[in-house]
């Protein structure tokens, strides 16, 4: 029995050294491509506040060029409002803030002696990432998180956590989306979150659980594998920097329980806040 621990304890060791290395190697590639993705992703958020100011804001330059052009900009507004251009650009540029963001992250792990980690309360970091969430739709795909129940957990008086809050929002919104849209491709009855907020030795815990199809072994053993991806699409990088963030920038844990069927729960556990 002794024997079989020790082996059991040695493996579960080496696949974290070799998930470690893996991280090590994904920080270096992520700081490269972010410079590159960085300035024309400016120039993208730029030109969409432009382009909003210019189709809906009554500026004077504005009214002056509709007046040249004989176009009744009253009716201009109402026809883009009905055919909800408006909610498109608002989508377009949120989504190239929320890039921007992610991409400073990734620049952030090639700095990782100049990052701050400040206290931080875990249940508004949930609530702050099912926000996000909530505003992630696809209109072809009939796709909406807000169908989805969710149930929140969260112990009362916990203590504060060690961490910089926009990397784990981000980490618990990643989770959350490839969850939702997991259910979703499955069509999932009653989609629903379980989250759990509780505390561990020296830690607080989030647990986030789905109802999902699940994942079998094989698929489970590389969720947190660099551009591994079982949809069409994404570049499959989201779980594997949520994997470097907890584990690489703040000494975390981040684990990973899922059968076939029987839905697939996350566990996150970040140490407590230094006095």
Avoid at 35 to 60: D, T
Avoid at 103 to 130: G, H, T, V, W, Y
Avoid at 162 to 187: D, P, R, T, W, Y
Avoid at 197 to 223: A, F, L, Q, S, W
Wanted: some cysteine.
């Amino acid at each position: 029995m002794t024997n079989l621990r020790d082996i059991t304890e040695w493996k579960q060791t080496q696949e974290v050294m070799i998930q470690n290395e893996k991280m090590m190697s994904l920080g270096g590639l992520a700081a490269g491509m972010a410079h590159e993705i960085k300035n024309p992703l400016g120039a993208v958020i730029q030109s969409a506040q432009v382009i909003q100011n210019r189709l809906f804001k009554s500026l004077p330059a504005n009214l002056s060029a509709a007046q040249d052009c004989g176009l009744d900009i009253d009716a201009l507004h109402a026809y883009l409002t009905q055919r909800k251009i408006d909610t498109l650009l608002d989508q377009f540029y949120e989504a190239g803030i929320r890039v921007n963001t992610i991409i400073d992250n990734m620049l952030s792990f090639s700095r990782k002696s100049e990052s701050r980690q400040l206290p931080c309360d875990l249940c508004q970091l949930m609530d702050k990432a099912l926000d996000l969430a909530s505003q992630d739709y696809d209109l072809k795909k009939n796709y909406d998180f807000r169908r989805i129940i969710v149930q929140r957990k969260y112990d009362d008086n916990l203590p504060m956590v060690c961490c910089e809050e926009s990397k784990i929002e981000q980490v618990l919104f990643n989770i959350l989306k490839n969850g939702s849209e997991a259910m979703h491709e499955a069509g999932t009855e009653k989609p629903t979150f379980v989250l759990a907020i509780y505390p561990g030795k020296d830690t607080v815990c989030i647990e986030i659980r789905d109802n999902g199809p699940g994942m079998d072994r094989e698929v489970r053993k590389k969720i947190f594998d660099p551009f591994f991806t079982t949809k069409g699409s994404g570049t499959g990088l989201g779980l594997s920097v949520a994997y470097f963030i907890i584990r690489q920038g703040h000494g975390g844990d981040l684990e990973v329980e899922s059968r076939p069927g029987s839905g697939t729960r996350f566990t996150i556990c970040l140490p407590l806040a230094r006095d």
